[in-house]
T-cell receptor, first 112, second 116 residues
C-alpha cells in the first residue's frame, strides 16, 4: 500500500452515463497524475496537476474527460457520456520530488 | 515515433539467475529522467529505479541496476539473483525536461516469468 487511494475500485456503467473517480494522494505530495491503462499496454498519460493547477493535459484526451483538484488535495476525474472504448483501468499517481511517483491501486471501469 | 520502446513482450529466467529487460527511448530534450516500474498481477505499479540524463553513474537499487547507454538511447533494467516474486510486468518510462516536462511516457511492458 503506497498511501495513494482511489475510489471506487471497480465501476460498471452503461454507455452514455457519466462517471466520476476520486484519487486521494499522500498528504504532502503536490504532483498528481492521471493515467489510463488498457489490457496489454502501458499507462497512457491523461493529465497532470501541480497543487491545484492543471498544468498539462494529453492531446489525446477528448472533451468528455475533465479533471479537477480543488485546494490541491484530492482529485476527481469525470468522464461524460461514456463509450465502450473508455473501458480501462484508470490510475492515479502522486509525488513530491522531481521523480517521485507513487501509484494508487486504480479504478477499473467497464462500460456496457 | 514511440517515445519508449520495449521489444520483449515476454521473458523467462531461471530462479537465482540474472535477467536484462530492454528499453530504448526517443527524445531531443537534453534533460530527461528514465524509470522502471513493476506491475504484479495485483495491478499496482511499483517504482523500482530512476536514472537522470545527467547522472554519470548507472543507478542501482538493491538487486536492480539500470544499464544507461546515453549515445544508444537505451536504459536496460538488470535484475540480479531473480526470485519467484519478480514475476510481473515491467514498464520502462521517461519524463522529459527538468522544469517543464510533466508528461510520463510508458512503454508497452515486458512480462517476466521466473522459473523455479
Amino acid at each position: 500500500d503506497t498511501g495513494v487511494s482511489q475510489n471506487p475500485r471497480h465501476k460498471i456503467t452503461k454507455r452514455g452515463q457519466n462517471v466520476t473517480f476520486r484519487c486521494d494522494p499522500i498528504s504532502e505530495h503536490n504532483r498528481l497524475y492521471w493515467y489510463r491503462q488498457t489490457l496489454g499496454q502501458g499507462p497512457e498519460f491523461l493529465t497532470y496537476f501541480q497543487n491545484e493547477a492543471q498544468l498539462e493535459k494529453s492531446r489525446l484526451l477528448s472533451d468528455r474527460f475533465s479533471a479537477e483538484r480543488p485546494k490541491g488535495s484530492f482529485s476527481t476525474l469525470e468522464i461524460q457520456r461514456t463509450e465502450q472504448g473508455d473501458s480501462a483501468m484508470y490510475l492515479c499517481s502522486t509525488g513530491q520530488g522531481t521523480y517521485e511517483q507513487y501509484f494508487g491501486p486504480g479504478t477499473r471501469l467497464t462500460v456496457t | 515515433a514511440q517515445k519508449i520502446t520495449q521489444t520483449q513482450p515476454g521473458m523467462f529466467v531461471q530462479e537465482k539467475e540474472a535477467v536484462t529487460l530492454d528499453c530504448t527511448y526517443d527524445t531531443s530534450d537534453p534533460s530527461y529522467g528514465l524509470f522502471w516500474y513493476k506491475q504484479p498481477s495485483s495491478g499496482e505499479m511499483i517504482f523500482l529505479i530512476y536514472q537522470g540524463s545527467y547522472d554519470q553513474q548507472n543507478a542501482t537499487e538493491g538487486r536492480y541496476s539500470l544499464n544507461f547507454q546515453k549515445a544508444r538511447k537505451s536504459a536496460n533494467l538488470v535484475i540480479s539473483a531473480s526470485q519467484l516474486g519478480d514475476s510481473a510486468m515491467y514498464f520502462c518510462a521517461m519524463r522529459e525536461g527538468s522544469l517543464t516536462g510533466n508528461q510520463f511516457y510508458f512503454g508497452t511492458g515486458t512480462s517476466l516469468t521466473v522459473i523455479p
